[in-house]
């Protein structure tokens, strides 16, 4: 079992900044590929970014390449997401999620490849 917690959300004007965590409870975190989804009202949830266990592969969507930057610390059971250049087109509520993946090089995107979410962290960005 992963517990995640996220924190780092709130209100920000366009062209601002912000950086996500998200808290991982339990010894396995490398064990898991961390991803960060969004889901803004009215649209579906949609993969954001994600980093393998060792944080040495990252992916992201096209929607946010050049903005934001995911990056883990395995020490300290932490994923992070520095989201910068904010648009408002990017106000939704944020999840990070894991799944299982020992040693693997490629990020998953499906929201159904990872057991565990976090409860989300709202962003608003304001025009």
């Known amino acids: 079992q992963v517990q995640l917690v996220e924190s780092g959300g709130g209100l920000v004007q366009a062209g601002g900044s912000l950086r996500l965590s998200c808290a991982a409870s339990g010894r396995t975190f490398r064990r898991y590929t961390m991803g960060w989804f969004r889901q803004a009202p009215g649209k579906e949830r949609e993969f954001v970014a994600g980093?393998?266990?060792?944080?040495?592969?990252?992916y992201y969507a096209d929607s946010v390449k050049g903005r934001f930057t995911i990056s883990r610390d395995n020490a300290k059971n932490t994923v992070y997401l520095q989201m910068n250049s904010l648009k408002p087109e990017d106000t939704a509520v944020y999840y990070c999620?894991?799944?299982?993946?020992?040693?693997?090089?490629?990020?998953?995107?499906?929201?159904?490849?990872?057991?565990?979410w976090g409860q989300g962290t709202q962003v608003t960005v304001s025009s």
């Open positions: 999620a894991a799944a299982p993946s020992p040693f693997s090089i490629v990020v998953v995107t499906t929201d159904l490849e990872y057991d565990y």
């Open positions: 980093a393998t266990w060792s944080g040495g592969t990252t």
